[in-house]
C-alpha cells in the first residue's frame, strides 16, 4: 500500500486505498484541513441552494444535445463520442484503531463525452454505495456543457480550475482519498499569444474527508489575468470572492477575500517566477473569538536553468495564511485559515514506491515555510542522476502557561510565543518549530534496450512538537519520525512481449509513538524496527499481467498486530476495450498524500475487483 502523514491522486502499485486528512501540528492525529461555518455579514452574498434532483442535469444535457443536432451552423457535422466506465468492487476486514471489522464497496464511474465541431457535452453517472473512502453517492455526479473556439472557451455545469500556482484557487478530485472540490457554475477562458483572461463563479460544497457527514459549502467568484509585453515575461494576478454559506458546518457565515499578483520569465535556459497573494476575512468577531486576525498572506518563489546536460531547479514558500496558537489550531470551523481550494506547492517529493513514500511530511498551508532543491544530471546517454531536498518548520515555536490568581490557584491558561517574531526561513533544528527535512538520490541506468537498473536512497526526518497544556498532566513532547530507505528496481525484457518488472525496499525506522516501556506482559521496544518490501510483476503485453507483493515489518505494534502482508493479483485485457483486474491478500496500514491533502489508509484483508471499460 502506499504511505501517509498529512491531505493531488493516482494509487501507487502495492498501495492500499486511500484515507484522507490534512495534519495540524498541535496534535497527534491528523485533521481536516479546512474551516468553518458561518452566515454571510452582506445579506446579498447569502445564497440558499436547494438540492438538485439526478434528473435534473439530464434534462439540461438532453436539451443542450437537442439544441446542438438542430443548430443550422452545425449540420452535417459528425457526432463523436468518448463513454468509460470503471467498476471497483471489494470486501475483507478492515481494522480501524484495534477494532476489526467487515468492509465492503461498490464503485461505478460512468463517464460519457459528446462532441459536435466546436460544443462539447459532458456527464458522469457515478454510483458509490457504499464508497470505499468519501460519501456515498448515487446519481450524476458531473455535467457541462463547453464551447471552443479561437481561444475562446465557456463551460457551464460542474468544473475544476487552476488558478497561477494554486495559492488562491486550485480545485481538483482525488478518489483514492476521497477529497473533492468540484465547483458548480460557469468558467470562460480567453487565450492569445499576448494575454490570457478569465472569470468564473460557482457553488462549491466540500464534504470534509475525516467526517463524510460534514458539508463546506462555499459561494466563490473570482477572476484572473496575464499580460506577456515580450515573450520571456508574463505578468498576472486574480482575484477571488468568497462566502460560507450557513449550513451544519458553519458557526457564523464569513466573507473572504483573495488577491494575488505574480511575476514570471523564461529565456533560454533559465526561468523563474514569483508570486504573493493575501486573504483577508473582515469579521470583527471571528477576531474577538478566537483572538488573531483575520489577515494572511502566502508567498511562492521558484528559479530554474536546464541544458542537455543538467536542470537545477530551487523552490521555497512562506505560507502565513492564517498563524495561530496551539489552542486555535484545531478548530476547523475558523474561516481565517486556508479553505479547502486554496492548494498552492506544497514542496514535498511525492514518490511511486510504496516504502518511499510511506508517512510523508504533511504540510499546514496555513502556517508552514521551507524550500526544495532538485537536480537532475545526465551524466551519459543510459544514465540519469536526480538529486533531491527538502525542508520546512512552522513559523513561531511556543510554550503552555498558567493563568494564576493571587492565591496561587490556576485559573487559566495561555500560549506565550518564544520567538520574536515569525521566522523568515524555516528552523530545521529546533523541535519546538516542527522541524521536517529529507533528501534523496536517484540513479537510473538503461544497460540495453532489455535491461535496466533504478537505485534510490532516502532519508526524511520530520518531527510533530505538541505544547500540552502547561501542567503537569499534559508536558510538552516531540513526536519523531525518521526513516532510511534504499530501493532496488529492475526491469527485465524475456521476450518480444514479455517482460519482468521487481521492486525490493528496505526501511530502518525511528518512531517515537512506539517506545514503550517494558513489563512482565509487554515488550520493551525502543521506536526502532525495520520493513521489507519486494514486489514481483510478469506481464505478456499487452493481454496479461501477474504480480505478487509480500511485506514484512520487525515491530509488533501495528494493527492487528500483524508483521506479515501477502499480496496476490493479476490483469487481463478482452480485446481493445476492457480490463479487468483482481487482488487478493493483506495490506499494510499508512498515510497517502496526494497535493498536500493526506488521509490514514487503514489495513485491509480481502478481494478487490476491478473493470475498466473505454469505448
Not at 30 to 37: A, G
Not at 217 to 233: D, F, N, Q, T
Not at 250 to 277: H, P, Q
Request: net charge neutral; hydrophobic share 35%.
Amino acid at each position: 500500500m502506499i504511505p501517509f502523514r498529512f491531505f493531488y491522486a493516482g494509487r501507487t502499485p502495492g498501495a492500499s486505498p486511500p484515507e484522507t486528512l490534512r495534519y495540524f501540528p498541535a496534535c497527534s492525529y491528523l485533521r481536516p484541513r479546512n474551516p468553518v461555518p458561518l452566515r454571510s455579514p452582506n445579506p446579498k452574498y447569502h445564497v440558499r441552494r436547494s438540492t438538485l434532483s439526478a434528473a435534473t442535469p439530464l434534462v439540461a444535457i438532453a436539451a443542450v444535445i437537442i439544441g446542438l443536432a438542430s443548430h443550422n451552423s452545425l449540420r452535417g457535422q459528425p457526432l463523436q463520442y468518448s463513454i468509460s466506465n470503471e467498476f471497483r468492487y471489494g470486501i475483507g476486514q478492515r481494522f480501524e484503531q484495534d477494532q476489526e471489522f467487515t468492509k465492503e464497496y461498490l464503485e461505478n464511474l460512468l463517464n460519457t463525452r459528446l462532441y459536435v465541431g466546436d460544443f462539447t457535452v459532458g456527464f458522469r453517472l457515478q454510483v458509490d454505495k457504499p464508497r470505499e473512502y468519501g460519501r456515498d453517492t448515487v446519481g450524476i455526479k458531473e455535467y457541462y456543457a463547453e464551447f471552443q473556439r479561437d481561444g475562446l472557451r465557456v463551460r457551464g455545469g460542474t468544473f475544476y480550475n487552476l488558478v497561477g500556482r494554486g495559492l488562491v484557487f486550485n480545485t481538483f478530485e482525488s478518489r483514492p482519498i476521497g477529497f473533492d472540490t468540484q465547483t458548480e457554475g460557469v468558467k470562460i477562458n480567453y487565450e492569445s499569444q499576448e494575454f490570457s483572461a478569465g472569470a468564473y463563479g460557482g457553488l462549491l460544497d466540500y464534504v470534509d474527508i475525516l467526517d463524510p457527514s460534514r458539508i463546506e459549502p462555499y459561494l466563490v467568484r473570482g477572476a484572473s489575468g496575464e499580460v506577456r509585453p515580450i515573450k520571456e515575461i508574463a505578468l498576472g494576478g486574480s482575484f477571488l470572492s468568497a462566502s460560507g454559506r450557513k449550513l451544519y458546518s458553519f458557526t457564523r457565515a464569513f466573507d473572504s477575500y483573495l488577491r494575488e499578483a505574480y511575476v514570471g520569465a523564461n529565456s533560454g535556459g533559465f526561468r523563474g517566477f514569483f508570486n504573493y497573494s493575501d486573504k483577508r476575512t473582515p469579521d470583527s468577531t471571528i477576531q474577538a473569538r478566537f483572538g488573531h486576525s483575520g489577515y494572511g498572506y502566502g508567498m511562492y518563489g521558484m528559479v530554474g536553468y536546464s541544458n542537455e546536460d543538467v536542470g537545477v531547479t530551487a523552490e521555497i514558500k512562506d505560507y502565513r495564511y492564517n498563524l495561530v496558537t496551539p489552542d486555535v489550531l484545531g478548530i476547523n470551523s475558523r474561516p481565517t485559515r486556508a479553505l479547502p481550494f486554496q492548494n498552492p506547492p506544497n514542496l514535498v517529493p511525492e514518490y511511486d514506491k510504496t516504502l518511499l513514500a510511506r508517512n510523508p511530511h504533511a504540510i499546514d498551508f496555513s502556517d508552514e515555510l521551507g524550500f526544495q532543491l532538485e537536480t537532475l544530471i545526465y551524466p551519459t546517454e543510459n544514465l540519469t542522476v536526480t538529486l533531491l531536498g527538502a525542508g520546512a518548520s512552522r513559523h513561531n515555536s511556543w510554550e503552555a502557561r498558567q493563568l494564576l490568581d493571587t492565591s496561587g490557584a490556576v485559573v487559566g491558561r495561555y500560549y506565550q510565543r518564544l520567538n520574536d517574531k515569525p521566522l523568515s526561513f524555516a528552523n530545521m533544528s529546533d523541535p519546538k518549530f516542527s522541524p521536517y527535512w529529507e533528501a534523496y538520490a536517484h540513479g537510473e541506468y538503461h544497460v540495453n534496450d532489455d535491461l535496466s537498473f533504478a537505485l534510490g536512497l532516502q532519508r526524511r526526518d520530520n518531527t510533530t512538537y505538541l505544547e500540552g497544556r502547561g501542567d503537569s498532566s499534559s508536558r510538552p513532547i516531540a513526536e519523531v519520525y525518521k526513516a532510511s530507505t534504499a530501493m532496488l528496481e529492475s526491469i527485465m525484457n524475456v521476450g518480444e512481449r514479455d517482460n519482468l518488472h521487481a521492486i525490493l525496499e528496505l526501511q530502518h525506522v525511528y518512531d517515537s509513538q512506539k517506545e514503550r516501556e517494558g513489563n512482565d506482559s509487554v515488550t520493551a521496544s525502543d521506536g526502532k524496527f525495520n520493513n521489507v518490501l519486494l514486489t514481483l510483476e510478469y506481464a505478456h503485453s499487452p493481454k496479461w499481467a501477474v504480480n505478487t507483493r509480500i511485506e514484512w515489518t520487525t515491530t509488533d505494534q501495528e494493527q492487528g498486530g500483524r508483521r506479515i502482508w501477502p499480496v496476490l493479483g493479476a490483469t487481463y485485457r478482452i480485446g481493445d476495450a476492457h480490463t479487468i483486474g483482481v487482488q487478493y491478500g493483506a495490506e499494510r496500514g499508512g498515510v497517502v498524500c496526494t497535493g498536500g491533502v493526506c488521509r490514514l489508509i487503514n489495513p485491509f484483508d480481502g478481494f478487490r475487483l476491478t473493470i475498466v471499460s473505454k469505448l
